[in-house]
């Protein structure tokens, strides 16, 4: 357990927080392309593409600091839904229809890493897993040695229920230890079949970003930041597994109330 604290963000409305989301985006890719000249990063469904494209699609400042290097993009799925990838319920779908397909041409394409379809067909998550798995081996675990892939970004979202990921509270799925990416047969937000990255995967990234919009999200934010009887939710877990490693993205309605310590800027 980490035993720094997370950083929660407040902004008044969603074109503020786009604006500072997309600074630490591109403050990450920044350093990762220094240090490795890739930038790995995990997204997430619901929202979250929705916002990030209004943060990556912004017009640059025109320095290389402020210009997003998306040749240099590996985008994974934190979670994804086991539908074929032209299925409205796709979390490829969402983000090629947000933002892959209006990257203009001059910012290069990402490399993005969408499930094996043919496995959704035979119905079988586990083998779909495995293979999403595979796919992460090859990109992160160039040596054996490697444990767990370390993201240089992931971009999650907050259930109601304080889920994030497909890690659902109560789940046995929390309790993962070496499966990098696991299936989820029972979600009780539809679809039932999804993957998803197991904890040990999310608090092992460099940076983790929440991005919690609206006043539907004040009650699991409270839960979250201020009761310790939401330690237990899925979300809780990353604050507690990565402390400063995660920022939290909110709107000023999402955490009307909460007592946690919240700043106005990066
Ligand atoms: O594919 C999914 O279902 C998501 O990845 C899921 O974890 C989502 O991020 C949260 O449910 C928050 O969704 P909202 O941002 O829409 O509230």
């Not at 929660?8 to 600074?23: D, G, I, V, W």
């Not at 947000?98 to 094996?116: N, R, W, Y």
Request: hydrophobic share 40%.
């Amino acid at each position: 357990m980490a035993t720094s604290q997370p950083n929660l963000y407040s902004f008044p409305n969603t074109e503020a927080l786009a604006k500072q989301l997309r600074s630490y985006v591109l403050r990450c890719q920044n350093a990762a392309l220094a240090r490795h000249d890739t930038f790995r990063i995990a997204v997430s469904g619901g929202s979250l593409p929705v916002v990030l494209a209004n943060a990556l699609l912004a017009a640059s400042n025109g320095t290389p600091e402020d210009t997003p290097q998306f040749s240099k993009w590996h985008i994974f799925f934190a979670d994804e839904r086991a539908v074929p990838l032209d299925d409205k319920d796709s979390n490829y779908l969402l983000l090629k229809n947000e933002l892959l397909s209006k990257i203009p041409a001059e910012l290069g394409a990402p490399t993005v890493h969408a499930i094996d379809e043919q496995h959704v067909y035979t119905g079988d998550t586990q083998a779909l897993a495995d293979l999403y798995q595979e796919d992460l081996m090859r990109s992160f675990a160039a040596r054996e040695s490697v444990k767990l892939p370390v993201f240089d970004l992931i971009l999650l979202g907050c259930g109601p229920d304080g889920h994030t990921c497909s890690l659902f509270p109560g789940h046995a799925l929390l309790r993962e230890k070496d499966a990098w990416v696991a299936p989820e047969t029972n979600s009780p937000k539809p679809p039932p079949k999804r993957i998803t990255l197991t904890l040990p995967v999310v608090t092992s990234a460099l940076h983790i970003a929440f991005v919690a919009t609206g006043g539907g999200k004040k009650e699991i934010l409270k839960a979250i930041f201020d009761n310790d009887e939401g330690r237990s939710l899925p979300s809780a877990l990353v604050n507690h597994g990565a402390g400063d490693k995660v920022s939290w993205f909110t709107d000023h309605p999402a955490v009307e109330g909460i007592a946690f310590p919240r700043r106005g800027s990066l």
